[in-house]
């Protein structure tokens, strides 16, 4: 079972550069999530979607972009890379529902470096 | 927003020893939940608890939603239980927000 995937697992940028962290889930989940964990904090919410063709801001949106056209797939863009994005990006989905569904699981991350 | 706080920051143990980590939150909640993020970086759900106790070998957890407090107990602590914990907490909404954690090292 592989779960969440992320990809690149690490990866460092130029300022004013562009990327995408991908994640897929083979879990079916309907949720998914991105989170930032700067050193010695805990996560914060960036995005984050419901579904397929759904998605809504969380707590630190500014600079970041996300699409989800597929169950499985929550990518991430980043447009014009600045070093306050220096940080390690958290994945996670979850199934949806009550109770236990509530819970969620997290990618590895991908640790990324602005400079 | 709800406020959360997790005590103590930093805890250091011996192999063996038992521990409780403490998460006060400024709000009602219904959703809580613990994860431990490994020194590689990997987080792990260890419990969604919005309330009342659980366990799971042994880790349990208590949550008292009407004091807001929640408590998660380690015993007999192995080196494998370093890393951080977190707890996580939300109200009628799927934004989860995350305390600064407590970081744990257990020595043999």
């Known amino acids: 079972n592989a779960g969440v995937t992320q990809t690149p697992k690490f990866r460092i940028l130029k300022i004013g550069q562009s990327m995408t962290l991908q994640c897929t889930q083979d879990m079916n989940h309907n949720y998914m999530y991105w989170y930032r964990q700067d050193p010695g904090m805990g996560l914060k919410l960036i995005y984050y979607?419901?579904?397929?063709?759904?998605?809504d801001k969380g707590e630190v949106p500014n600079g970041y972009n996300v699409s989800r056209s597929t169950t499985e797939d929550f990518p991430l863009r980043l447009e014009l890379a600045a070093p306050s994005q220096t940080s390690v990006y958290f994945c996670a989905s979850r199934s949806g529902g009550q109770g236990a569904k509530n819970i969620q699981y997290f990618g590895a991350g991908t640790r990324l470096s602005v400079l | 927003g709800i406020q959360v706080e997790q005590s103590p920051p930093d805890l250091i143990l011996q192999e063996g020893a038992n521990s409780t980590l403490r998460c006060n939150f400024s709000?009602?909640?219904?959703?809580l939940q613990w994860f431990h993020q490994n020194p590689w970086g990997q987080l792990i759900n260890l419990f969604y608890?919005?309330?009342g106790t659980k366990q799971n070998g042994r880790l349990s957890a208590t949550t008292v939603a009407t004091e807001r407090y929640s408590l998660l107990y380690i015993s007999s602590s192995q080196t494998t239980d370093s890393g951080v914990y977190f707890c996580a907490v939300s109200y009628n909404t799927d934004k989860l927000i995350f305390g600064t954690g407590t970081r744990l090292q257990v020595f043999p």
């Open positions: 709000d009602s909640v219904n959703n």
């Open positions: 979607s419901v579904g397929a063709g759904i998605t």
């Open positions: 608890i919005p309330s």
